[in-house]
């Protein structure tokens, strides 16, 4: 190769990284995102577990939607306290008062309490048990089927299948919700972690039905209804519903429900 190729080819590719540059300059100015330095300071302060407990599609939406003013600096139930301050700070707002919750498992059938229809030897999987004949080998069709699907979903390994039945240590749980989805029979609710008194049942059955298939649900028989001072206790489709906003923790509800179903949390 002669000098004169050389600088040929030195041209040309000067021409090239030119052209490219102007090409690239004028991409950057037509395709250019504003980037929100709140929504970024925000997004590093999250955990990055994208549970989707905060009702987003991960941290990404979530720091968005805090970053616009859609979604309130708290919203993070994993990050709890500590986190929403912190976005509260970069955010210029106040936190205010926080209310803890946890997951509560609504059912007191375990495998020594409710009759069995059929023995199921399928996979280990709640989601498939609740295809199965009745939506459960279990005479009640309410109750927690135990194969562990909550707990399998649950990051903090706060859930555990005991005698059949899913049970929550709320000294671990941070209320990502997780478990609420993975749940077919829709048993699990997150509520106040100092609500005392709960309900701790969710068949929707008749009374002759429930007595029939577990000797611990509820029976609507409205006792605890009419024993709350504070009107607290409302009865909805066969089941007793605590308000948790008016409950004063007096008690009685646990102490006059005849089938035990309403349990004392400390």
Same mark, same amino acid.
């Given at each position: 190769m002669?000098?004169?190729?050389?600088?040929?080819?030195v041209?040309?590719?000067?021409?090239?990284?030119?052209?490219?540059?102007?090409?690239?300059s004028?991409?950057?100015?037509?395709?250019?995102?504003?980037?929100?330095?709140?929504?970024?300071?925000?997004?590093?302060?999250?955990?990055?577990?994208?549970?989707?407990?905060?009702?987003?599609?991960?941290?990404?939406?979530?720091?968005?939607?805090?970053?616009?003013?859609?979604?309130?600096?708290?919203?993070?139930?994993?990050?709890?306290?500590?986190?929403?301050?912190?976005?509260?700070?970069?955010?210029?707002?106040?936190?205010?008062?926080?209310?803890?919750?946890?997951?509560?498992?609504?059912?007191?059938?375990t495998?020594?309490?409710?009759?069995?229809?059929?023995n199921?030897?399928?996979?280990?999987s709640?989601?498939?048990?609740?295809?199965?004949?009745?939506s459960?080998?279990?005479? @009640?069709?309410y =109750? +927690?089927?135990?194969? &562990?699907? #909550?707990? $399998?979903? /649950?990051?903090q390994? !706060? %859930?555990?299948?005991?005698?059949?039945?899913?049970?929550?240590?709320?000294?671990?749980c941070?209320?990502?919700?997780?478990?609420?989805?993975?749940?077919?029979?829709?048993?699990?609710?997150?509520?106040?972690?100092?609500a005392?008194?709960?309900?701790?049942c969710?068949?929707?059955?008749?009374?002759?039905?429930?007595?029939?298939? @577990?000797?611990? =649900? +509820?029976?609507?028989? &409205?006792? #605890?209804? $009419?024993? /709350?001072?504070?009107? !607290? %206790?409302v009865?909805?489709?066969?089941?007793?519903?605590?308000?948790?906003?008016?409950?004063?923790?007096?008690?009685?509800?646990?102490?006059?429900?005849?089938?035990?179903?309403?349990?004392?949390?400390e």
């Amino acid at each position: 190769m002669n000098f004169k190729e050389i600088i040929i080819a030195v041209v040309v590719l000067g021409v090239i990284s030119l052209i490219i540059g102007i090409v690239l300059s004028i991409a950057e100015k037509i395709f250019h995102v504003e980037i929100d330095e709140k929504e970024v300071a925000v997004r590093e302060v999250l955990p990055g577990s994208n549970c989707g407990g905060c009702g987003y599609a991960g941290c990404d939406s979530l720091a968005k939607a805090i970053a616009q003013g859609k979604a309130p600096v708290n919203a993070c139930p994993v990050g709890g306290k500590p986190v929403a301050q912190q976005v509260a700070e970069i955010m210029g707002q106040e936190l205010g008062e926080m209310e803890k919750k946890v997951a509560f498992v609504k059912c007191s059938g375990t495998s020594d309490k409710r009759e069995v229809n059929y023995n199921y030897f399928g996979v280990d999987s709640c989601a498939y048990a609740s295809k199965m004949p009745g939506s459960s080998p279990y005479s @009640c069709k309410y =109750g +927690c089927l135990g194969y &562990g699907s #909550c707990a $399998k979903v /649950c990051d903090q390994r !706060a %859930i555990r299948i005991i005698d059949r039945k899913a049970v929550v240590d709320e000294s671990l749980c941070v209320a990502c919700g997780k478990c609420i989805k993975a749940c077919p029979h829709n048993l699990i609710e997150l509520v106040p972690a100092d609500a005392k008194q709960r309900v701790q049942c969710s068949s929707l059955a008749k009374g002759k039905d429930v007595r029939n298939a @577990c000797q611990a =649900g +509820c029976i609507a028989c &409205g006792i #605890c209804f $009419k024993n /709350c001072p504070s009107n !607290a %206790i409302v009865l909805e489709n066969n089941i007793a519903k605590i308000d948790y906003s008016k409950c004063t923790h007096c008690g009685l509800c646990v102490e006059k429900c005849p089938r035990k179903i309403i349990k004392l949390y400390e």
